[in-house]
């Protein structure tokens, strides 16, 4: 798999995605699980594991709504006013399915 600047984007925005959901309250279950669900969804981006590849379509689509509902989510639940580094969490969720959605493969 070639690596475009969409595709590196990727990388970069789900890691830190992932890295933000860690630190947060730790070590709060729900925030481990929403990191390993990015990094889950990742590794089935970019594996060469012929399932993955074969349902590429479903894993994109998997990948795009499970970052909608995170977003959803915190919108339901979130701290009000909101945190500078969930607002900041939220852009790079938006830019990761922009990303996402402009990777041709």
Known sequence: MKLTPYRI???ILTLATAFIHFSLLFP????????????AFLA???????????NHRLVKIGFVAYTAITILAWIAIGTNP??????ITKIIEVLLIVCILSDRE
């Not at 909101?82 to 607002?87: C, E």
């Open 28 to 39: 709060d279950t729900l925030f481990i699980l929403n990191g390993l669900g990015y990094l």
């Open 44 to 54: 089935a981006y970019f594996a060469p594991v012929p399932l993955a590849r074969q």
């Open 9 to 11: 984007a990727i990388i």
């Open 82 to 87: 909101p945190t500078v580094l969930g607002l």
